[in-house]
Each structure stands twice: as structure tokens, then as C-alpha cells.
């Protein structure tokens, strides 16, 4: 079974650039989530998508932040304008029940 | 609002020792509790879910205890490795919520 894929990898941008993720949940994964994960904190849930529809966004910085999810399927997450304080990792996960999760492997964002 | 820790923040140990690792919360009304690992520059791997109504989960090395009253949870690694070196987090959730991660226990186990 692949995992979840996430691009790029790494992303080095000023600040009051705009950036985006794009994350490839496993297949048939309905439920979908944006983390963001600052250096030594655990993973803070930016936003959740059931199909494509959104069921949690209450911590999205709305103001500067973006997610959408296309046919249920891949998803994009943006920052526009980014601030110092985004720099962190993005790490996006899908799960099928319960509370299993697959995480994939995070985007490295650094703002300066 | 759900408040997770954990202690200590980091941990170097010999191979071969046993240890053990502490997540505490806030707020005892929690459905499950759930403890990951993470590796540099990966994402998160489930080792261990245990259910409110469960008080602790092995798998292998890995021995994890749920105490729902006192609102803590012991993750126990026996026989530490090398390989064991990674982050561990634990992550609770409310009924029908989503999961609250605590920073982390930074773990390098030293050859």
C-alpha cells in the first residue's frame, strides 16, 4: 500500500510570499488532515476534510491560510501572505477508520 | 481544552536499559489515547492505541498503561536499542474530537 505522498519536500521563502503544499492521501482514505508542526511542539490539526468537504478548520489562520480538497481526493494547503512565525513542518495525514492515521512525511517550510 | 505534556522533554540512554516515558492530560474524559514515533524528517507512525475502557496495550518492546482518573499514561520500552532512537508523542481525543499531541520525548539510546 503506498503511503501518503507530500510535496515538495522543502520550501525556502520570504516573507509575504505565498506558498503551497499539495498532499496525495492512500486511496480510498475519505478523511483527510493538515498539521502543522513547529519545531519541538507536537503537531498542532490545522484543518480536517471528510471527502471534500471541511469538518474541522477551527485553528486555520483563515486570515492567511488555505485548503481545499478537489474530488475528495488530493489536497492543496496555501499560506498567503507567510509569516516568520509559519516556519514549521506540514505534515498531512488520511485515515479510513477509526483512528488510524497515516501520516506522510511533511514539508519542511522555512520563512525568512 | 485538552492539554497535553510529556516528561521528560529528552532522554539519552545506554542500549539494553529499560525505560519508560510519561504523557499526562487534562482532561480525564478522553475516548482514546494514542502514542506515536517520529523519526527526523518523517511523519508520525501509531505504535500503540488504547481505548478509555483498556488500561494498557503491548506490542512487543512496547508496553503502554492508561490511567483515565488521574489523567496519565506511561509508554514502557524494554531492552532499549539503538534503533529505538525518535521522537515519541502521545495524542488524546474526546469522543467523536480530534487528537491532541503533546511535544514529545526526544529518545536516543546510545550504542
Known amino acids: 500500500e503506498a503511503g501518503v505522498a507530500q510535496s515538495p519536500r522543502y520550501k525556502i521563502i520570504e516573507k509575504r510570499q505565498s506558498v503551497a503544499f499539495w498532499c496525495n492521501p492512500i486511496?480510498?482514505?475519505?478523511?483527510l488532515y493538515w498539521y502543522q508542526q513547529i519545531l519541538g511542539q507536537g503537531p498542532k490539526l490545522l484543518i480536517q476534510?471528510?471527502?471534500?468537504?471541511?469538518?474541522?478548520d477551527s485553528q486555520l489562520p483563515k486570515d492567511r491560510f488555505s485548503a481545499e480538497r478537489l474530488k475528495g481526493v488530493d489536497s492543496t494547503l496555501k499560506i498567503q501572505p507567510a509569516k516568520l512565525e509559519d516556519s514549521a513542518v506540514y505534515l498531512c495525514?488520511?485515515?479510513?477508520?477509526?483512528?488510524?492515521?497515516?501520516f506522510g512525511s511533511g514539508t519542511r517550510l522555512t520563512v525568512v | 481544552k485538552q492539554e497535553v505534556t510529556q516528561i521528560p522533554a529528552a532522554l539519552s540512554v545506554p542500549e539494553g536499559e529499560n525505560l519508560v516515558l510519561n504523557c499526562s492530560f487534562t482532561?480525564?474524559?478522553?475516548?482514546?489515547l494514542q502514542w506515536f514515533r517520529q523519526d527526523p524528517g518523517k511523519g508520525l507512525t501509531s505504535l500503540l492505541l488504547?481505548?478509555?475502557?483498556?488500561r494498557e496495550q503491548t506490542s512487543g518492546r512496547l508496553n503502554a498503561s492508561l490511567d483515565k482518573s488521574s489523567g496519565r499514561s506511561t509508554l514502557y520500552i524494554a531492552a532499549s536499542q539503538p534503533g529505538d532512537s525518535a521522537t515519541y508523542l502521545c495524542?488524546?481525543?474526546?469522543?467523536?474530537?480530534?487528537?491532541?499531541f503533546g511535544p514529545g520525548t526526544r529518545l536516543s539510546v546510545l550504542p
Open positions: 495525514a488520511s485515515r479510513i477508520d477509526r483512528d488510524v492515521y497515516t
Open positions: 486511496s480510498g482514505h475519505a478523511t
Open positions: 476534510f471528510q471527502n471534500n468537504g471541511v469538518v474541522d
Open positions: 482532561d480525564s474524559a478522553i475516548y482514546n
Open positions: 488504547i481505548q478509555s475502557s483498556q
Open positions: 495524542a488524546v481525543n474526546g469522543y467523536g474530537q480530534n487528537f491532541v
